[in-house]
């Protein structure tokens, strides 16, 4: 039984184009042999032919290269005027970027008279090993999708994640870069960035502060909490159980420790106040509670010596 081989096959594709250089090379050979000046007249023709092409093939590479940014920037005008989210307008602007490049340099090979068709048999014959190349960058694409369709997060929100906590400044179709608070440029990955835990702080309009303070042993628990939420009270960035989802302040014991009594504060803050309430709070209770006869303690260790 005789087997039928696919003409359009790589291995037939890369037998017959041998074929063709092999017969062009021996009329060659045949041609310099019987009449030199002719052949180096044809060898001139074809530098000729070639130099122009290349010429065509750079003229359309720079060409689609302006091309491909007056988009990107028309896409970048189209997202601003539509408010839409950064992080959705980020990730389409790098992929649109890719694709165009990618289709610009399968244009510019195709005007050297490179057979694209032939091109593209040989990658798809490769394919299988061109994915096991690129497994971790389909799988950082992969993420990304899984991503932009579940929003754990957006350009500008403050995250934790992989072991980084910063702002999210861009969103490629690959990875995200954060912007740490040392000002610092993290990238990470969409591949574990997607399978791994992310802490969004700034998903939700308000956070909740929470302070610990040490009081010794003795101490007025009543008049210390009163205190404590008349401090909070006291910061108008603190809300109250008026804003939806928040709370008013609340104090109570939180533990007994060996030589201190650790009572706890709770106060709900906008996000933009996090840090100023916080560093503001501390910086009364270290001034005031002392003031008002709550002294801080000091650690203690009772020592019994047996004669």
């Given at each position: 039984m005789r087997l039928q081989t696919n003409p359009f096959a790589p291995d037939s594709l890369m037998a017959r184009?041998?074929?063709?250089?092999?017969?062009?090379?021996?009329?060659?050979?045949?041609?310099?042999v019987t009449d030199p000046s002719a052949a180096l007249h044809q060898v001139a023709v074809d530098s000729i032919h070639f130099g122009l092409k290349m010429m065509v093939a750079i003229l359309i590479y720079v060409v689609g290269i302006w091309l491909i940014s007056l988009i990107k920037r028309a896409l970048k005008r189209?997202?601003?005027?539509?408010?839409?989210?950064?992080?959705?307008?980020?990730?389409?602007?790098?992929?649109?970027?890719?694709?165009?490049?990618?289709?610009?340099?399968?244009?510019?090979?195709?005007?050297?008279?490179v057979n694209t068709t032939s091109l593209a048999a040989l990658l798809a014959g490769g394919g299988v090993a061109i994915g096991m190349a690129l497994s971790g960058t389909l799988q950082n694409f992969s993420g990304g999708l899984l991503i932009l369709a579940f929003k754990p997060f957006k350009v500008g929100d403050f995250i934790e994640a992989q072991g980084y906590a910063g702002t999210v400044t861009e969103m490629s179709i690959i990875s995200t870069r954060l912007t740490l608070p040392d000002n610092r440029s993290v990238t990470i990955p969409h591949g574990p960035l997607a399978n791994g835990n992310i802490n969004n702080y700034t998903r939700n309009p308000i956070r909740r502060l929470e302070w610990k303070i040490g009081m010794e042993y003795g101490v007025d628990a009543d008049a210390l909490k009163a205190k404590l939420l008349e401090i909070a009270g006291e910061n108008e960035k603190v809300l109250d159980s008026s804003t939806p989802g928040a709370a008013a302040p609340f104090a109570a014991v939180s533990g007994l420790e060996s030589s201190s009594v650790v009572f706890i504060l709770r106060a709900w803050v906008r996000n933009a106040d996090y840090w100023d309430v916080y560093f503001s709070v501390n910086d009364v209770i270290y001034r005031e509670l002392p003031a008002a006869g709550f002294p801080f303690p000091f650690p203690q260790m009772d020592i019994h010596v047996k004669s």
């Open positions: 184009r041998a074929d063709s250089l092999r017969t062009a090379a021996n009329d060659f050979a045949e041609t310099l189209y997202f601003d005027v539509r408010k839409t989210d950064r992080t959705v307008a980020s990730f389409v602007t790098s992929f649109t970027s890719v694709v165009l490049t990618i289709a610009l340099i399968v244009i510019a090979i195709s005007t050297l008279g």
